[in-house]
């Protein structure tokens, strides 16, 4: 497919239409932003890395039998993914206590939890993405109980797969946040999985690989994302 017209731009990416109308066309950007966009900055070539991680990751997970909308990277910022119909409830998964879990409940970061957490949240900028619960999501119409139900179950599927995959290349995946959307009555995994959207902590040194960098100004973002890909890239290069 050809790219098209212009959709959409978010905070890291922009979304563009293709001549097929069930196909997207996914430009990933540099631009980093953290606290609802209040803070502001640039992570160079983080657009090629979120690309490569979010790709591997989504072939790793199609070969465990969890749809993606993944179809074909074009290059490396640019992705052809299918159309879905987006659910605005974003689930975040929780293998160890960190960010806003440890501030809520007053908890030491990467203190170790007996079990997996799935808290739900609304996605909306202007708002903050507010935690909800799935009563909030079905009375509002965000999502069905069924559709919540299944986001749950392949989140929690997703995480079978990526925790020991994450181990197996030295790092622990701490938390992360997916979204899904709606096509032919299936739910399918969307948006992207990266050091955006995941805590990665080295499992020896527990350094942080992800986006705590920015957000904390911890320095060394480019090198913290490319070590992500090269670990990644080490097992699933031929994917
Ligand atoms: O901020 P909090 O601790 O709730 O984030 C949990 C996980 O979800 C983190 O890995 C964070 O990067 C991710 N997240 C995200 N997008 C959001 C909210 C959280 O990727 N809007």
Same mark, same amino acid.
Request: with cysteine; net charge negative.
């Given at each position: 497919?050809?790219?098209?017209? #212009?959709?959409?731009?978010?905070?890291?990416?922009?979304?563009?239409?293709?001549?097929?109308?069930? !196909?997207?066309? $996914?430009?990933?950007?540099?631009?980093?932003?953290? #606290?609802?966009?209040?803070?502001?900055?640039?992570?160079?070539?983080?657009?090629?890395?979120?690309?490569?991680?979010?790709?591997?990751?989504?072939?790793?997970?199609?070969?465990?039998?969890?749809?993606?909308?993944?179809?074909?990277?074009?290059? %490396?910022?640019? !992705?052809?993914?299918?159309?879905?119909?987006?659910?605005?409830?974003?689930?975040?998964?929780?293998?160890?206590?960190?960010?806003?879990?440890?501030?809520?409940? /007053?908890?030491?970061?990467?203190?170790?939890?007996?079990?997996?957490?799935?808290?739900?949240?609304?996605?909306?900028?202007?708002?903050?993405?507010?935690?909800?619960?799935?009563?909030?999501?079905?009375? $509002? /119409?965000?999502?069905?109980?069924?559709?919540?139900?299944? $986001?749950? %179950?392949?989140?929690?599927?997703?995480?079978?797969?990526?925790?020991?995959?994450?181990?197996?290349?030295?790092?622990?995946?701490?938390?992360?946040?997916?979204?899904?959307?709606?096509?032919? /009555?299936?739910?399918?995994?969307?948006?992207?999985?990266?050091?955006?959207?995941?805590?990665?902590?080295?499992?020896?040194?527990? %350094?942080?690989?992800?986006?705590?960098?920015?957000?904390?100004?911890?320095?060394?973002?480019?090198?913290?994302? $490319? %070590?992500?890909?090269?670990?990644?890239?080490?097992?699933?290069?031929?994917?």
């Amino acid at each position: 497919p050809k790219r098209g017209e #212009f959709l959409y731009e978010g905070k890291a990416k922009k979304i563009y239409a293709t001549d097929d109308p069930g !196909v997207l066309w $996914m430009y990933y950007k540099d631009d980093a932003t953290a #606290f609802d966009g209040a803070k502001k900055g640039v992570i160079p070539h983080k657009g090629i890395m979120n690309n490569r991680v979010t790709n591997l990751l989504f072939r790793l997970l199609e070969k465990n039998g969890i749809e993606t909308h993944l179809l074909e990277e074009i290059d %490396e910022r640019n !992705v052809l993914v299918k159309k879905l119909d987006m659910i605005p409830v974003e689930i975040v998964v929780r293998n160890r206590v960190a960010g806003s879990l440890a501030k809520r409940l /007053g908890l030491e970061e990467g203190t170790e939890l007996k079990g997996t957490i799935l808290e739900f949240y609304y996605k909306n900028d202007e708002l903050g993405d507010p935690m909800i619960n799935e009563y909030h999501a079905e009375v $509002m /119409g965000w999502a069905t109980r069924e559709e919540l139900k299944a $986001m749950q %179950e392949k989140a929690l599927e997703i995480n079978e797969v990526l925790l020991p995959f994450f181990d197996s290349i030295g790092i622990i995946l701490v938390d992360y946040k997916l979204e899904f959307g709606r096509l032919d /009555g299936r739910i399918v995994l969307g948006d992207e999985i990266s050091p955006d959207t995941c805590r990665l902590w080295d499992k020896v040194s527990l %350094e942080k690989l992800d986006k705590d960098r920015f957000r904390r100004d911890l320095g060394k973002e480019e090198e913290a994302y $490319m %070590e992500v890909v090269r670990r990644i890239e080490g097992k699933l290069a031929g994917l």
